[in-house]
């Protein structure tokens, strides 16, 4: 069979997810293609699977911890990426796909509708309008049209895949809001992660270990900084940090002996497995890498993404993790961290959700 598989760039969360779903797709003898762009079409690329240059739906700015949605908005628009659907046909007819997997990308689930090629959507939010909220009249107006079109989309593809826990566990949960009548299209497949916990070796690190993956965009330094700041107050303590394509670890300098900080890591997962909790924003995928290693987690959530928020609340909710403030201080940081390392919280309900994952496979 042959599936086209579109991955939403923004942010590699969503990148993360599809890499392994297409491995598997290809596993078991389907011809793959993927759409993609930017740093995401690169890290597709690196794990030899085929892929294709596709228009980017949204473009994010902010800065100091923040998601400016107005003006993400107005750079969008600007951007005249809308009007991406011609060129995401015209890919549909050139590959000739039986059937089309879109992971948050709009686009290309419109104009496989319109040809009528069966496609399944791949999301962990259905409440998109809650972004728009309390932002004034304009971007209240945005909001409605947007819930409108989505609600729409929802009740016309041929199925919903949300790569999560089945309910009561989904951490996902709080950004769920599907209309009664799609609820027979929504399968939980469980994490979507790149590797299975029996298939990892630990990477040879001192413990306790934390791992950071607070990078990526720039206004999220301020964390990345906090970070190293809480390491310097306790040297029992190793810390690795990612900082992302978008941050130079050279830029950081002084840094204590414990604390290494890498650009990027091509298979994260032993780094994931030697440690005894991560750090991290509050996206999705890398909620579920974490917890299905049982592995709990620090949430800093950027200021005003309500998804993230959502996450990160559903995540201490579920007694797995902590949902975290930029605000916070070292100090208090540090104390979060010998919660887990020295007392031992949180590892139950992660060890739960280890377990549940391998009973999903």
Not at 39 to 45: M, P, Q, T, V
Not at 51 to 80: H, W
Request: charged share 25%.
């Amino acid at each position: 069979m042959k599936i086209m598989l579109f991955v939403c760039g923004e942010g590699l969360g969503h990148t993360s997810r599809c890499i392994p779903l297409a491995q598997q797709m290809q596993a078991a003898g389907h011809d793959v293609m993927i759409g993609a762009y930017g740093y995401s079409r690169e890290l597709i690329e690196k794990k030899g699977l085929q892929t294709i240059e596709i228009p980017p739906e949204i473009q994010l700015v902010g800065d100091a911890g923040s998601l400016d949605l107005k003006r993400s908005v107005v750079a969008t628009i600007k951007s005249g990426q809308l009007l991406g659907i011609r060129k995401v046909s015209r890919q549909l007819n050139e590959f000739n796909p039986q059937v089309v997997v879109s992971d948050s990308y709009y686009t290309a689930t419109l104009a496989a509708m319109f040809k009528k090629i069966p496609v399944h959507l791949m999301i962990n939010q259905s409440n998109m309008e809650e972004f728009f909220y309390n932002k004034g009249f304009f971007m209240k107006l945005i909001g409605r049209i947007t819930k409108r079109f989505y609600n729409t989309i929802f009740r016309k593809v041929d199925g919903i895949i949300i790569p999560d826990y089945p309910m009561p566990d989904t951490i996902c949960r709080l950004n769920l809001d599907l209309e009664d009548e799609t609820e027979e299209a929504v399968f939980y497949s469980g994490p979507l992660v790149g590797k299975k916990y029996e298939e990892v070796i630990e990477a040879d690190l001192n413990r306790p270990h934390v791992l950071s993956t607070v990078g990526g965009f720039g206004y999220r330094k301020p964390i990345f900084q906090k970070v190293i700041e809480t390491a310097r107050l306790d040297p029992t303590i190793s810390y690795t940090l990612l900082s992302g394509p978008s941050v130079d670890p050279d830029d950081f300098t002084d840094l204590p002996e414990n604390v290494t900080i890498l650009r990027f890591i091509e298979d994260q997962f032993p780094y994931i497995k030697s440690s005894d909790l991560v750090i991290a924003p509050g996206g999705h995928s890398t909620m579920m890498e974490a917890l299905s290693f049982g592995i709990p987690m620090l949430s800093f959530p950027d200021i005003g993404h309500n998804e993230q928020e959502n996450n990160a609340t559903a995540l201490e909710e579920d007694g797995c993790g902590r949902r975290l403030d930029y605000s916070l201080s070292p100090e208090q940081l540090l104390e979060y961290i010998h919660e887990i390392t020295n007392d031992g919280k949180l590892l139950e309900k992660s060890k739960e959700l280890h377990d549940l994952s391998n009973e999903l496979d």
